[in-house]
């Protein structure tokens, strides 16, 4: 069963994510696909993630596929024009890739060619809107496609950001345009989460689009501090620093905190699945969705 039909059926769904090495080391992508194999729905390749150059998603997902995944390829807004996505989207689709989530992209500034010249030719609901027009036949030309591609339309949300109310009328622009299910920012701070889907589900759109739940595990004090410091729209309460720095093994806090996490967001009226970000960790997610009872669901 894939991952649209398991969503389209109301499944709670696991999706994982996937780092791409920075060279042109297929295996890498082989090696780590050994840790989704159990548990996930849906694995994404992250697509230059933090503005870094990293082996092609579509390339990474071809290899996650033969591989025996479900892969989500990651497309920004940063690197392509509106030409470009739409000839990498049909692309993905001849290759047998199904799913796309639509991102805007991190800031070149954040990575290691920060004198690039970003593109953003479309925003990200913009993109989803293309995306979907794709898959109803047309290129953004107003061109007909004679076999359009069959793609699976995701995009992200940041329930953290403020003002709150902005980001629930930002989450239905993006479902309006053909989002099916959203992953969301790392979530550190539930009660902002809760907050935010109470909002989520006060305009029913949690029965529109399925939303996942973002989990970021860490390993140290120094990660989450880095986190805090650099990463754009994260909110982390003072009390997992004070876990972090309090505990005899930084490593084995950092999944506790994981799990305990997604024991509690699967509580949470709305939420259909989690979406795991183990960033150049992916062999701690078996333990982690074994813990949190989802490996063998």
């Not at 690197?79 to 470009?84: G, K, S, V």
Request: aromatic share 6%; hydrophobic share 45%.
């Amino acid at each position: 069963m894939t991952l649209r039909e398991k969503i389209t059926m109301g499944q709670f769904v696991v999706t994982a994510e996937m780092t791409p090495p920075q060279d042109a080391d297929g295996d890498i992508i082989r090696r780590k696909a050994v840790h989704f194999h159990k548990g996930v729905d849906g694995v994404n390749i992250t697509d230059n993630q933090t503005a870094i150059v990293r082996l092609s998603s579509i390339a990474a997902a071809k290899i996650a596929l033969e591989e025996g995944l479900e892969p989500i390829i990651q497309m920004t807004c940063r690197d392509r024009n509106r030409i470009a996505i739409q000839s990498d989207l049909l692309g993905a689709a001849a290759l047998g890739i199904e799913n796309v989530l639509c991102l805007t992209g991190d800031h070149q500034r954040f990575g290691n060619h920060p004198e690039a010249r970003s593109v953003f030719d479309l925003d990200s609901v913009q993109l989803i809107a293309m995306v979907q027009r794709l898959t109803q036949g047309y290129f953004l030309s107003g061109e007909t496609i004679k076999k359009p591609p069959a793609l699976f339309i995701g995009g992200a949300a940041n329930p953290f950001a403020d003002p709150l109310g902005f980001r629930v009328i930002r989450l239905a622009k993006k479902i309006q345009a053909g989002a099916r299910f959203i992953q969301t920012q790392p979530v550190y701070d539930l009660d902002r989460f809760q907050e935010w889907m109470e909002g989520v589900r006060a305009q029913g759109l949690n029965k529109k689009t399925a939303i996942l739940a973002g989990i970021m595990p860490v390993k140290s004090l120094k990660a989450l501090l880095h986190m805090e410091n650099e990463v754009p729209g994260i909110r982390i309460p003072k009390s997992c620093f004070t876990r972090m720095e309090n505990a005899e093994d930084q490593n084995e806090e950092g999944v506790k905190m994981a799990v305990e996490m997604i024991l509690a967001l699967r509580e949470i009226d709305g939420v259909q699945g989690i979406h795991l970000m183990p960033m150049m960790w992916e062999s701690v997610t078996p333990r982690i969705l074994d813990e949190a009872r989802l490996l063998n669901r």
